[in-house]
């Protein structure tokens, strides 16, 4: 019979206080913030994807179902904590500008919207707390995920879907084959960190037939050299004139409700560039494990 352990450190009432931060966030905005565009349904199932696994989480350490729990119990929490800081600061960024930016009215709706941004940041403040106390100090044996590398991993996966997201609505990559490499790109590393985090969360690294570090850094070297290359040929062939771009920001951007394709395709050219600067960290920190490894 499982016994409940009710626990006293910092870790415990830092992933609380996420629940209840996260929990308040949907509530209220589900009650009383009237969502009228599908962007709000992306907040909703952030703040709700993480209040289900902060409870999932939460669950398991009180009754010592660790040992019993199918993944990684030294990667899975971290991993999980680690997206769902990202996915509540994306829904505290994304909410505010599309429901709340231009809004002169004072009704009782937009008080809900105000206090779902406010608990939503500070769901993304107690997520991150969870990350720095859980991550893996110099000289501690922890798993993967909680090391620079593995959170570098969930980074990097996490801003290649918020990619994913700009470049289809609407399409942005037909016009030029260059742009299409710039895709490929985001789908092939997106992937290959995408499996690593599973190998790791499922501890199956030591399945593969070569070692898992020296594949890290190989890895790392190949993104980073994709990346460079997405950073330079986005930006050309989709703001320079000379290959059909825009170099200005249209005037009818500002009127617009969010971001206009020119706004998302700039964000694609920003978030290009913070992923190659990612992997570049990834390399560095690959690089070093193998060094230390050997």
């Known amino acids: 019979m499982p016994i409940v352990v009710v626990h006293s450190n910092p870790l415990f009432w830092v992933r609380l206080c996420a629940l209840v931060f996260s929990c308040v966030a949907?509530?209220?905005?589900?009650?009383?913030?009237?969502?009228?565009?599908?962007?709000?349904?992306?907040?909703?199932?952030?703040w709700a994807f993480s209040f289900a696994g902060t409870l999932l989480v939460l669950l398991v350490e009180l009754f010592g179902l660790q040992t019993r729990a199918p993944v990684s119990w030294k990667n899975f929490p971290i991993t999980f904590a680690c997206y769902a800081s990202l996915l509540c600061l994306s829904a505290s960024i994304i909410f505010p500008l599309y429901f709340l930016k231009g809004q002169t009215s004072r009704n009782e709706t937009h008080n809900y919207r105000i206090v779902a941004t406010v608990f939503s940041?500070?769901?993304?403040?107690?997520?991150?707390?969870?990350?720095?106390?859980?991550?893996?100090?110099?000289?501690?044996?922890?798993?993967?995920?909680?090391?620079?590398?593995?959170?570098?991993?969930?980074?990097?996966?996490?801003?290649?879907?918020?990619?994913?997201?700009?470049?289809?609505?609407?399409?942005?990559?037909?016009?030029?084959?260059?742009?299409?490499w710039c895709l490929a790109v985001y789908c092939i590393c997106f992937i290959l960190s995408a499996a690593i985090i599973v190998l790791c969360i499922c501890e199956c690294t030591g399945c593969?037939?070569?070692?898992?570090?020296?594949?890290?850094?190989?890895?790392?070297?190949?993104?980073?050299?994709?990346?460079?290359?997405?950073?330079?040929?986005?930006?050309?062939?989709?703001?320079?004139?000379?290959?059909?771009?825009?170099?200005?920001?249209?005037?009818?951007?500002?009127?617009?409700?969010?971001?206009?394709?020119?706004?998302?395709?700039?964000?694609?050219?920003?978030?290009?560039?913070?992923?190659?600067?990612?992997?570049?960290?990834?390399?560095?920190?690959?690089?070093?494990?193998?060094?230390?490894?050997v």
């Open 26 to 46: 949907f509530a209220v905005t589900i009650h009383g913030a009237e969502l009228k565009h599908g962007t709000g349904d992306w907040c909703v199932f952030c």
């Open 121 to 180: 940041c500070l769901a993304t403040i107690a997520y991150m707390s969870e990350v720095s106390i859980s991550k893996a100090r110099p000289g501690e044996v922890a798993g993967y995920m909680a090391t620079a590398p593995g959170l570098l991993k969930v980074c990097e996966t996490f801003v290649a879907c918020v990619i994913f997201v700009f470049i289809s609505d609407p399409v942005s990559y037909n016009s030029h084959a260059a742009l299409r």
């Open 208 to 293: 593969l037939p070569f070692p898992f570090a020296r594949f890290l850094s190989a890895y790392a070297l190949l993104a980073v050299i994709m990346y460079l290359s997405a950073t330079i040929v986005w930006p050309i062939f989709t703001f320079d004139k000379e290959h059909g771009g825009t170099s200005s920001r249209p005037t009818f951007c500002g009127n617009s409700q969010g971001l206009c394709s020119w706004d998302k395709k700039m964000a694609v050219a920003v978030l290009t560039a913070v992923n190659f600067v990612l992997y570049l960290a990834d390399l560095i920190y690959s690089a070093r494990l193998v060094f230390i490894t």
